[in-house]
């Protein structure tokens, strides 16, 4: 089982920020980013995810 630690601060700020505008978008018409909405949530999650697996990341 692999040990988990705190993803740095950047990497927590970049992922809620793509969770957060991927999430209006799906509300409000954003132009393209609407249409990338599902994908720029899972980016998110996906760099969360590394962040709290990968050591240093």
């Not at 927590?12 to 909405?37: E, H, K, N, R």
Request: proline share 5%; no cysteine.
């Amino acid at each position: 089982m692999p040990r988990l630690s705190a993803p740095k601060k950047l990497t927590w700020l970049i992922s809620v920020i793509l969770a957060v505008v991927s999430i209006v978008a799906w509300f409000v018409p954003l132009g393209i980013v609407t249409t990338y909405a599902f994908w720029l949530l899972f980016i998110g999650f996906l760099l969360l995810f590394l962040g709290t697996t990968v050591k240093g990341f």
